[in-house]
């Protein structure tokens, strides 16, 4: 668990005296890196009397295209705009360009929080 309450330093790196302690609300988890394998689903509680459906990995999406949808096999992670060592490592996060069976689609959806990829057909031209 990570800690994401107030830093214990100013911006100018003086130190801030704590006047309390943690507290459950403020604690944070490490990111939930989906990638493109065997399907594999992890539930965890989340505030409130309610739990989220992490997908740790998946190997369909939805795909959204003239307001149809339908569930396609993804192929391969083309790119990713978070960081360029995620589409060399195949994790999926929102924004993730997907190369799948109807062609190249853009997630929209965030995996890690929803348990689903959902994406929409988008033009793309990979670089070579």
């Given at each position: 668990m990570?800690?994401?309450?107030?830093?214990?330093?100013?911006?100018?790196?003086?130190?801030?005296h704590p006047?309390g302690?943690?507290?459950k609300h403020?604690?944070?988890s490490s990111p939930?890196?989906?990638?493109?394998d065997d399907?594999?689903?992890?539930a965890?509680?989340a505030?409130?009397?309610t739990?989220?459906?992490r997908?740790l990995a998946t190997d369909?999406?939805?795909v959204?295209?003239?307001?149809?949808t339908?569930r396609?096999e993804?192929e391969?992670?083309v790119?990713n705009?978070?960081?360029p060592?995620?589409?060399?490592?195949?994790?999926?996060t929102?924004?993730?360009?997907?190369?799948?069976?109807?062609?190249f689609a853009?997630v929209t959806s965030?995996?890690?929080?929803?348990?689903?990829?959902?994406?929409?057909i988008?033009d793309?031209e990979?670089e070579?």
């Amino acid at each position: 668990m990570q800690d994401q309450g107030r830093s214990s330093r100013t911006k100018t790196g003086g130190r801030i005296h704590p006047h309390g302690n943690k507290k459950k609300h403020q604690l944070g988890s490490s990111p939930t890196e989906t990638q493109f394998d065997d399907p594999s689903y992890k539930a965890v509680d989340a505030r409130g009397n309610t739990t989220k459906i992490r997908a740790l990995a998946t190997d369909v999406t939805n795909v959204t295209e003239d307001g149809e949808t339908e569930r396609v096999e993804i192929e391969n992670v083309v790119n990713n705009p978070a960081n360029p060592n995620y589409a060399r490592r195949n994790i999926i996060t929102k924004g993730a360009i997907l190369e799948t069976e109807l062609g190249f689609a853009r997630v929209t959806s965030r995996p890690g929080q929803t348990g689903q990829v959902n994406a929409i057909i988008v033009d793309y031209e990979p670089e070579e």
